[in-house]
């Protein structure tokens, strides 16, 4: 049997027993979604973010949607039970059953300490042939961060996006397929980003911590080329780790 053949059949191997729920986090800029939509490509599981299954459920007129929209009209944030709530009926979808990828969450201590009890919940049975959960953790140096942030600039017309530092236009401030203006977001501008990661750090950051004491924590260096990251982040999945 040919290379290609014996990766096929690997491939429907992997497919066949699930690779189980993938925790994946680290700060905005470090390629979460670039590494999550490999893994949703290779293994046929659905990439889970809590920024998705809130609009869902506020569009649809879910109970759950209605009390959160209520919440985000008072200028509040979305409490942990209604997110939680959320995301538990997420995963309940027959779609989650060989595995997923949470995105975004657990997003704070209170949220991966639901987690590990929801996993350890007997009516969480939908998974039980699939490997245990592995948590990944890309890490990117500050510096590096900020350069690749505030780097981007955008085609209003196309929506292209480019990074005046890594990717640049063949033309400064021109759009290579329309020529249109680039411009910065106000997202991307320095003061904003600054503030964001500053965010991640008080409420997300203190995960790896949470995770590295319990031993399930697995981290890949963000700062190497994109296929050398990803070559880590599938070889994370594919050795497992216990939740």
Known sequence: MDSSATDAVKGQAKMATGIGPVILFGPPGAGKGTQAK??????????????DILRDNVSRGTELGLQAKAVMNRGELVPDDLVCGMVAERLAVSDCFKGFILDGFPRT????????KFFGNRAFETLKDCRPAVVVRIVVGYNVLLQRLTGRVSCPTCGRSYNVHTQPPRVPDTCDVDGS??????????????ERLKAYEQQTLPLAEYYRKRGRLLEIDGDQPVEKVTADVLRAIEHGNSL
């Not at 201590?109 to 590990?116: E, I, S, V």
């Not at 203006?181 to 904003?192: A, G, N």
């Open 38 to 51: 490999v893994i949703t490509e290779t293994y046929g599981v659905p990439q889970i973010s809590t920024g």
């Open 109 to 116: 201590l209170a949220q991966a300490k639901w987690l590990d």
């Open 181 to 194: 203006r680039l411009f910065t977001r106000k997202d991307d501008r320095e003061e904003v980003i600054a």
